[in-house]
Nanobody, 116 residues
Framework: QVQLVESGGGLVQAGGSLRLSCTAS????????WGWYRQAPGKQRELVAS???????TNYADSVKGRFTISRDGAKNTYLQMNSLKPEDNAVYYC??????????WGQGTQVTVSS
């Protein structure tokens, strides 16, 4: 059974930084996409950053461009470096891993709270 576990969330002041980590356990084959999503209270889950096409393509939400960086280490570890955090970044952050046969795996989420 595949499990994804996020860590690194917490409380930080505006302008500060956090680094989220996501580690997958279990067998995942043909992984070709990694992503971070977030969901704020009362809002839909949105894509924050992704690595696709085996990691050769990177995409960021406009609201985080220049501040957040997605990276990975092998197939089972992905990271989100978040700098210059703003109160509007408050949300539960989820990692996602996908493979070439259409399977998607999600973590349980980690809370990020930015105080103004």
């Amino acid at each position: 059974q595949v499990q994804l576990v996020e860590s690194g969330g917490g409380l930080v002041q505006a302008g500060g930084s956090l680094r989220l980590s996501c580690t997958a356990s279990g067998s995942i084959f043909r992984v070709n996409a990694w992503g971070w999503y977030r969901q704020a209270p009362g809002k839909q889950r949105e894509l924050v950053a992704s690595l696709t096409n085996g990691g050769s393509s990177t995409n960021y939400a406009d609201s985080v461009k220049g501040r957040f960086t997605i990276s990975r280490d092998g197939a089972k570890n992905t990271y989100l470096q978040m700098n210059s955090l703003k109160p509007e970044d408050n949300a539960v952050y989820y990692c996602n891993i996908g493979n070439s046969i259409g399977s998607q795996y999600w973590g349980q989420g980690t809370q990020v709270t930015v105080s103004s």
